[in-house]
């Protein structure tokens, strides 16, 4: 299994950023994915969960209406579209999926939110 996110960066308050994680090494279009984070000093949280068909999807309440998930099961990819970023949303974020009760998690991408 192999995740790698890619799309994070600096950006303003009221900014957007889509972050994107391509997957392979296991039946990507029949896993569900997710995004996690982990701001310093703070435990890793989950974000948003996308269901293998992308019908199905999961926000923290932090989010909800800002972030949005999305899927390509073409291209084995999974995205964030972030819009309206705060600085409490300033962590690394992950790309995750669970394959056998085993946690499989990708290098993360940082994403700072600042003036």
């Known amino acids: 299994v192999q995740l790698v996110e890619s799309g994070g960066g600096l950006v303003q308050p009221g900014g957007s950023l889509r972050l994107s994680c391509a997957a392979s090494?296991?039946?990507?279009?029949?896993?569900?994915m997710s995004w996690y984070r982990q701001a310093p000093g703070k435990e890793r949280e989950l974000v948003a969960a996308?269901?293998?068909?992308?019908?199905?999807?999961n926000y923290a309440d932090s989010v909800k209406g800002r972030f949005t998930i999305s899927r390509d099961n073409a291209k084995n990819t999974v995205y964030l579209q972030m819009n309206s970023l705060k600085p409490e949303d300033t962590a690394v974020y992950y790309c995750n999926t669970k394959r056998y009760f085993r946690d499989y998690w990708g290098q993360g991408t940082q994403v700072t939110v600042s003036s």
């Open positions: 090494g296991f039946p990507f279009s029949s896993s569900a």
């Open positions: 996308i269901s293998s068909g992308g019908v199905t999807t």
